[in-house]
């Protein structure tokens, strides 16, 4: 299982340390780095660097790792927007971009910006055809164009095109909706973790709905969203998990029975190796190692032990 870093930079970052921590995930080896994209998490004085602005910097500041949008709200840009984005960043990356795309959902963001947040049954359908347009973009359609009730493209041969296939992320927590369109159109169908019969549930639903579109579902990545409390020993892992609750403001046992109840990775490492097997058995081909902090609260040294336990599984 591919393990890769995803950070929250609407918590708190500059680009600064955003650079410092993709070099170090790309440094660590692993597969990808990833970040959200939010303009807010409730407090607009906590500074915020724009998703997509910053992974061009990251492209051209960075080696190897594959960078990561987990995702891009439909909200904020016109689909023609994104396509042409996410395929100059497959270029100044050297086709390391991956491009994540959804709904949008933070209520407080797009209201204190003055975005429109669409009803969610509209939304889907933003969705569905934001993605028909950027695959039509990437040559990636069977026609040339495209023409929907919200978009249309009439452009032929859109330039430039990623030099690969650039890979698009559909994630979500819904049983159908989004599993159906990750099936229809995605590279990689990812979600946050849960137990494993809904896993299994809504996998089973993105394999049939590829299956309709005539794509091969194996050739889908299953993906999921982690945060991590790991120790080395019991007495490591209980003083780290001391620690993150005194910060969060709850006792130790209800955090750990928060992460527990939601299948997240808590525990010593060899308890982190065995969630991961667990994982990579029911068929998710990589993990994403959550940080929902302020950049500059996120320290290595205590993640690096924790994601090579992982690593081993």
């Known amino acids: 299982m591919d393990i890769a870093f995803m950070v929250e930079p609407q918590v708190g970052g500059s680009y600064a340390e955003l650079l410092a921590l993709a070099r170090w995930a790309d440094e660590t080896g692993l597969t990808a780095f990833a970040r959200s994209d939010h303009y807010l998490d409730g407090d607009a004085s906590r500074p915020a ?3 997509l602005t910053s992974i061009g910097g990251l492209a051209r500041e960075t080696t190897n790792i594959k960078l990561t949008v987990l995702v891009t709200p439909l909200t904020f840009r016109h689909p023609a927007v994104i396509a042409k984005t996410a ?8 086709g390391r971009f991956e491009l994540g795309v959804g709904t949008g959902w933070m209520e ?10 669409p009803d969610m049954r509209t939304r889907f359908s933003l969705l569905f055809e934001t993605l028909a347009f950027i695959r039509t973009c990437f040559g990636r359609e069977e026609s040339d164009t495209y023409r929907g009730r919200h ?25 159908k909706k989004t599993p159906r369109l990750a099936g229809r159109f ?3 169908y990812n979600m946050f973790m849960t137990d494993a019969a809904t896993l299994a549930s809504r996998v089973a639903v993105m394999r049939r709905a590829a299956t309709e579109a005539g794509r091969d579902p194996d050739e ?3 993906s999921m969203v982690s945060q991590v ?9 209980q003083e780290r998990l001391g620690a993150l609750a005194a910060r969060r403001g709850v006792e130790p046992q209800e955090l750990e029975a928060n992460f527990l109840s939601r299948g997240m990775f808590c525990g010593t490492h060899e308890r982190l190796a065995d969630r991961a097997a667990e994982l990579a058995g029911l068929g998710v081909g990589r993990l994403y190692v959550q940080q929902f902090a302020p950049l ?6 205590q993640l690096g032990p924790d994601i090579a336990a992982i690593g081993t599984a």
Do not use: C
């Open 49 to 51: 660097t724009d998703a």
């Open 87 to 94: 395929a100059t960043l497959d270029e100044m990356s050297g």
């Open 108 to 117: 407080t963001e797009h209201a204190q910006f003055g975005m429109e947040l």
């Open 151 to 175: 978009y249309h493209l009439d452009v032929t041969d859109v330039r430039p095109r990623p030099a690969g296939k650039l890979p698009i992320i559909v994630g979500g927590g819904g049983p």
């Open 186 to 188: 995605a590279d990689e």
């Open 220 to 222: 889908i990545l299953i």
């Open 229 to 237: 409390i790991g120790g080395a020993d019991e007495a490591e892992y």
């Open 296 to 301: 500059s609260a996120i320290d290595t040294t």
